[in-house]
């Protein structure tokens, strides 16, 4: 029987470990958390905050992922959304999921990203 979500992963290219922490840790506010040696080897790097854990896996043939994205609950969207955009990523709002504020954003790797929150 399934229980929860553990993680999802997303990929990465090479050498691009730097510019994740600093959107993950610096932008979303996420907290790295340390590999097992024998997975930190292979590149990479994995973020949580809270329940939230993301993990961010070396892919030596990159492409983004354009359609497939997590969707990130957040709490005040408007404040996150103008945070995000203070911090160069780019906001594209959507109002096609009754019942929610959402938006789309991209790591710098170019993962797509959803930030939702259930209106009030």
Same mark, same amino acid.
């Given at each position: 029987?399934? /229980?929860? =979500? +553990?993680? =999802?992963?997303?990929?990465? @290219?090479?050498g691009s470990? +730097?510019?994740? $922490?600093?959107?993950?840790? %610096?932008? #979303? %506010?996420?907290?790295?958390t340390p590999k097992? @040696? =024998?997975l930190a080897a292979r590149g *990479?790097?994995?973020?949580?905050?809270g329940p939230v854990r #993301?993990?961010?896996g070396v892919e030596e043939d990159f492409r @983004? /992922? $354009?359609?497939?994205h997590p969707g990130l609950r957040v709490t005040g969207i408007e404040a996150f959304a103008r945070r995000l955009e203070a911090r160069g990523a780019a906001v =594209?709002? +959507? +109002?096609?999921? @009754? *019942?929610h504020r959402r938006f789309y954003s991209e790591d710098p790797v170019g993962n797509r990203l959803e930030f939702l929150e259930p209106d009030a």
């Open positions: 029987m399934l /229980a929860a =979500v +553990d993680h =999802v992963q997303l990929a990465a @290219p090479p470990e +730097d510019a994740l $922490r600093a959107f993950y840790a %610096g932008v #979303l %506010g996420m907290a790295e097992p @040696p =024998v *990479g790097c994995w973020f949580a905050l #993301l993990h961010l @983004p /992922a $354009r359609k497939a =594209v709002w +959507d +109002d096609h999921l @009754p *019942g």
